[in-house]
């Protein structure tokens, strides 16, 4: 069945620091990958998404890239800060095809200042 | 943001209990979806709706079933609920299968 694999698990950068969490899907009909953030006790929140007819997407110091021929996309956040602390997840979906979301195990991403 | 509501918040539940766990919505979504999330696993799928006659089973359906009496209403129960049932369950919503809106979870502990 449809399957998302992330890493890591666990991530610890200094701020500053580049921070790069990866993901690979195994449909290859998957045309929509969100990123999601969950901080401590708190609901999952989109912070960005690509579609599949895009290889890369920058909103201020987070991007995602895309690389369909190998199923794996990528978050990068770059100048990193203690309030990027959060438990981050990537899913996929067959967006015109109902939408249901796979979601990645999660990364947990400590910002140590 | 209020425009998903889960209730209860938390619950304590004894094993072999029935419970339900209630999500609604003021977004006018069609399309609402149940996961439970497990440290190391992530958000698995139980179930999913894309309209009030609409009902299909997720990644992990065995021992739920779900409601869905209106458009803004989508339920999920655990007919007679396991300790391996405990778990943060969350609602989400989505208009078109993107930029879902989830709830704010419900922290469900079988004893």
């Known amino acids: 069945g449809e399957n998302v694999e992330q890493h890591p698990s666990t991530l610890s950068v200094q701020e500053g620091d580049s921070a790069v969490i990866k993901c690979t899907y195994s449909?290859?009909?998957?045309?929509?990958f969100p990123w999601y953030k969950q901080e401590l006790g708190k609901r999952p929140q989109l912070i960005i998404d690509i579609r599949s007819n895009v290889g890369e997407k920058k909103d201020q110091r987070i991007a995602v890239t895309l690389n369909k021929t190998a199923k794996h996309f990528s978050l990068h956040i770059t100048e990193t800060q203690p309030e990027d602390s959060a438990v981050y997840f990537c899913a996929a979906s067959r967006y015109n095809q109902g939408g249901k979301l796979i979601f990645g195990q999660g990364t947990e991403l400590s910002v140590k200042p | 943001d209020a425009d998903v509501t889960q209730t209860p918040r938390n619950r304590i539940t004894k094993t072999g209990k029935r419970i339900m766990l209630e999500c609604s919505q003021t977004?006018?979504?069609?399309?609402m979806y149940w996961y439970r999330q497990d440290p190391g696993l992530g958000l698995r799928l139980i179930y999913y709706s894309f309209d009030v006659k609409d009902i299909n089973k997720g990644e992990i359906s065995d021992g739920y079933s779900v409601s869905r009496q209106a458009q803004a209403k989508f339920s999920l129960s655990l007919e007679s609920a396991i300790p391996n049932q405990t778990a943060l369950y969350f609602c989400a919503t989505s208009e078109r299968g993107d930029g879902y809106t989830f709830g704010s979870g419900t922290r469900l502990t079988v004893v």
């Open positions: 977004k006018g979504h069609d399309r």
């Open positions: 449909d290859s009909a998957s045309n929509y």
